[in-house]
């Protein structure tokens, strides 16, 4: 929200990035005119939003992405001689993943959906008729934002409210949708609890997160940056921290700074708790240190200003984890993906 | 946090120059309300507290030891207090304090050398020779032994400290020195001018700690590391400076915060004197530093004080700095002059950490809804002893283990307990 949004676009903005960081990528404005002529005018408009920030968290992401492909199933016909499910993926989808992917690296849980996507279309036989295959598809993406964002939200804003007591001080970083909600659950619950918000002071959204709750009636502490972390999370009850996605080995891709949050309370011996819908689970990858899986901040890209967006935070520094399915630790993600 | 009005805060030298225009009062008054301001911060308060000093054996009223320890006292309490996050301010104070009391004793020494000093000799430590000799280096600061930690009226009747003999009951300041109040103009004038030298001397280390700390940069700093500095002051600028001077290495200098457009970008100076000498820089502009460890080799930070214990009072969140690297094992070394060391053990208030500005961070043109927040901007943190793998002094590299030495050597145990009650005007 906060990024300007007529920033120049310059031809090679990676000439700047620091040496050791130059193999991490980055997000890119690509004029619409420059895109491959085949890219829906839905999806050209996820893609724009996601250069710019203004879909950041996973999520939003793979909610705009869906409903964008739907509107591309919708708008699709099977050319003469062909079957969906042979031309579909091929001609049709894969352009539009290259966009976005261009326009921003794809986060996991897209990754996730677009493989359970392309998996939905080979199942369908040969024979199937374009409009049936259509519909079924149609329903498929209904189906999964249903159950693996609605209802995953609903589900762990639940399971996590219950492991708020009264009187606790809950001590969150940033602003992350599955712990606002918990926070809310908890209060409609009836219960009595502090929170400390810490926040980045390089996006400030933990500002926002403080209001909502303060409205809420919930007495909030509010921390503009990691100054002081350490007798504000010894003070602390629990540690509620939101994911980005949780890779094979149970460690958590989280927004910078999660993990300096993360390790300060596992040292301190206070618990932490990260919430993350399965969708953001990847099985198949493994990360054991930040610089593996991640994202420039395009804003701040060069030797005068660098960020990185995500740190990963290793298991060890997480008690648990709770998803819409069950909740666990760190180490033994979800079976049910 | 820089004032907003940078043009009306008056450099260090000019604040210095001014006390030999006024008067002590006022000069005193002029620091305190600086102090009180945070416009005279860190090394500068140590220097500024120096200077101050001297003009209160220079000119305040004084007739014997015990009156110059206590107008000592005095003025170093109200500043002190002016600014209790600023431990240097006491440990110079103490600094002076010990001065005296060696310069007292030297004086002394010379007089009485045959009668009195040597009988104590002979009562109190039977292992001596007890034969009449000048102590060997009668300058030699004070250790506290074992003996002396358990009996407090023991160590303050030891030779070297005649002057400041506490009865029980009596206050900390004031001694039975009874020769010396009684002391002829002459030596109360030499008195004044060594004590001054003292001070002097004082000054020039407080002024060299930088340059001596910096020359132990390329023992610490090898080619290739990539070595994070936190809020580089500018006792880490001098030793990153130094160390590109013989090593091509990599500066990540971290604890920015968010500048708003068209500011210059932070620490243009420092990185474009690495830069010029061939050291790459990167500024980061995070919050978190977890991420960027594994490629970190090495985190050095400078202190504001080194407490008694080890802990360490430094810019807020230079202890993620240190944590971080710590949970990584990579060294965390902690540049720190001695005069920064302080023998006391850090307070609550310390642990928690100072509080400061939180305008920068909430707009409180935003109304209610900001106005019921409790917003806590922590601009100093606490970093405990096993944290911290090296502590570099202008001495040399030291441990955790061996910081009680240094401030055996540069305190005497009658000061240790100089603190914000005892001097009380």
Known sequence: GRRPSGAPIEKDVRSTIPDAFSHIPMAKRIPTSQAHKDVHPAVLAVGQQMATFALSDSISRLQATLLAFRKV?????????????????????????????????????????????????????????????????????????????????????????LLINEGDT???????????????????????????????????????????????????????????????????????????????????????????????????????????????????????????????????????????????????????????????????????? | MAPSQASHVPTLDGLIKSFNNQSLEASIESLIFLLKRRQVKGDECAKATAYILRQVVAKAKWNDVDQLLSRIASAGSRLARAAPLEPVIGNVVRRVLGLIRDEASEDRNADDIASEAASDIQTLTPATNPSVQPPQRPALPHRPTLSALSSGLQVSKSMFNLLSVAEPGDSPMTGASTPMSQAQPASIHSLRSEVMDGIEEILDEINQADDQIAGFAEIQIHPGDYVLAYQPSRTVERFLVKA??????????????????????????????????????????????????????????????????????????????????????????????????????????????????????????????????????????????????????????????????????????????????????
């Open chain 1, 73 to 161: 199933i919708e708008s699709y016909e099977t050319p003469k001689g062909n079957s969906l499910s042979r031309h579909f993926v091929p001609h049709v989808l894969n352009p539009q993943i290259e966009y976005l992917t261009e326009c921003r690296p794809m986060c996991f849980a897209m990754g996730n959906a677009i493989r359970l996507l392309k998996g939905k279309i080979n199942k369908f036989d040969i024979n199937t008729g374009d409009e049936e295959a259509k519909e079924g598809l149609l329903e498929w993406i209904d189906f999964l934002i249903n159950e693996r964002i609605n209802l995953a939200e609903y589900a762990i804003a639940r399971n996590a409210a």
């Open chain 1, 170 to 337: 809950l001590l969150t970083y940033g602003r992350h949708r599955l712990v606002e909600k918990t926070f809310l659950e908890a209060k409609k619950d009836g219960k009595s609890f502090e929170v400390t918000v810490i926040d980045d002071p390089f996006e400030r959204s933990g500002q926002d997160l403080a209001k909502v709750l303060r409205q809420a009636g919930i007495p909030v502490l509010y921390s503009p940056n990691l100054g002081g972390l350490r007798p504000k999370v010894a003070a602390a009850t629990n540690v509620f921290l939101g994911g980005e996605a949780i890779f094979a080995n149970g460690s958590l891709h989280a927004p910078s700074g999660t993990a300096d949050v993360a390790m300060s309370a596992a040292n301190a011996g206070v618990k932490v708790i990260v919430l993350c819908e399965t969708i953001n689970f990847d099985r198949d990858r493994v990360s054991v240190d930040s610089l593996t899986y991640n994202e420039i901040d395009p804003e701040r890209n060069s030797a005068e200003s660098f960020r990185l967006l995500f740190d990963n935070t290793h298991d060890k520094y997480i008690t648990g984890v709770v998803t819409e399915f069950e909740s666990g630790g760190g180490n033994s993600p979800a079976q049910a993906i």
């Open chain 2, 244 to 425: 590109a001077s013989k090593r091509r290495f990599t500066v990540v200098i971290a604890g920015l915060e968010a500048s708003g457009a068209g500011t210059e970008a932070p620490y243009a100076s420092l990185r474009k004197r690495l830069n010029s000498a061939g050291v790459k820089t990167v500024n980061l502009a995070s919050n978190g530093l977890m991420a960027y460890i594994p490629r970190v080799n090495k985190v050095i930070f400078s202190a504001k004080a080194v407490y008694q214990n080890g802990g360490l009072l430094v810019d807020s969140g230079s202890c993620i700095a240190a944590q971080a690297a710590h949970e990584y094992l990579k060294p965390v070394i902690a540049l720190c002059p001695v005069y920064k060391f302080c023998p006391e053990d850090p307070s609550d208030e310390v642990s928690r950490g100072e509080l400061g500005n939180p305008s920068d961070y909430v707009s409180y043109a935003n109304g209610p809804a900001v106005g019921a927040l409790d917003v806590e901007n922590t601009v100093t943190d606490y970093i405990p002893p096993d944290l911290v793998d090296v502590y570099l002094t202008n001495l040399g590299p030291q441990t955790q283990h061996h910081l009680a030495n240094i401030l055996a050597d540069h305190y005497k145990t009658e000061d240790t307990g100089f603190s914000l009650q005892l001097g009380e005007p």
